[in-house]
């Protein structure tokens, strides 16, 4: 049984800053989108009275302020300081994910306890169908080069993208059950599920420690196998979208 040697396959300092502007970019286009978004839903949603459009548009200011800390982290540019602030935005990420929830959670439930009903929005049906075709794009790329990079913090932020990809899956379902059914407790039990996935990658970025840098391992006969390296459960870098391939 040959024994395996275990190096650092980190990517060579040329390819970590052309991942570095890559995520700058992505993180400035999704700062734009986000702002767009959170002001039409907001709007929207206080002319209808929806709370998940609220909630919805609150969640993309939450992701222009965890898109914003990803930013501040990518603007340094040595390496070794954007490692430092890694913890940091984490932090940020998660808990801004921990304050889109409660406020949700809270405003879904005045309104499944209260009189009022959210009245039907089609401005909320086309920014929640338009995200739902943009974020997955942003989300992916996003993801991609956090992952080659080592950044837990970039592929926490990416995962909140892809939040607002669910998120846009469930309020466009209750936008559209009020609007065609008249089903006006659909919004505020969209909002709950919000909150409830939020709580999950709150927790998620909260818990994170940082990606692995790659490995390989290297055989006596010399051949090599690149591998994640001593990532423990859930690594961010290492655990796949659902919707992606690893």
């Not at 602030?85 to 929830?101: M, N």
């Not at 009245?119 to 992952?147: D, H, T």
């Not at 939040?163 to 899956?169: G, Q």
Request: glycine share 8%; proline share 4%; hydrophobic share 50%.
């Amino acid at each position: 049984m040959t024994a395996g040697i275990s190096i650092s396959l980190g990517p060579s300092p040329a390819r970590r800053e052309a991942l570095a502007r890559r995520i700058r970019l992505l993180v400035a286009a999704t700062i734009t989108y986000n702002v767009i978004e959170a002001i039409v839903a907001l709007t929207a949603g206080t002319i209808a009275s929806s709370t998940a459009l609220i909630g919805f548009g609150l969640d993309s200011i939450i992701e222009v302020s965890s898109a914003a800390a990803v930013a501040w982290q990518f603007s340094a540019s040595d390496h070794a300081v954007r490692e430092a602030r890694e913890q940091r935005t984490l932090r940020i990420i998660a808990v801004s994910f921990f304050a889109l929830a409660a406020y949700v959670t809270v405003d879904a439930v005045r309104a499944l306890t209260s009189t009022g009903e959210a009245e039907r929005s089609m401005p909320g049906i086309v920014i929640a169908a338009l995200s739902l075709a943009i974020m997955p794009f942003l989300s992916y790329a996003q993801r991609k080069a956090g992952r080659e990079l080592g950044s837990a913090s970039a592929v926490a932020d990416s995962k909140q993208t892809l939040l607002c990809t669910y998120l846009s899956a469930v309020l466009l379902l209750g936008l559209l059950l009020n609007a065609t059914l008249g089903w006006s407790w659909a919004d505020p039990i969209a909002a709950l599920v919000i909150a409830a996935i939020a709580v999950k990658e709150g927790r998620d970025a909260w818990r994170g420690k940082g990606c692995c840098a790659p490995t390989a391992t290297v055989p006596a006969t010399g051949a090599e196998a690149v591998t994640c390296g001593s990532c423990g459960p859930g690594c961010a870098c290492c655990t796949p979208a659902p919707w992606a391939k690893p």
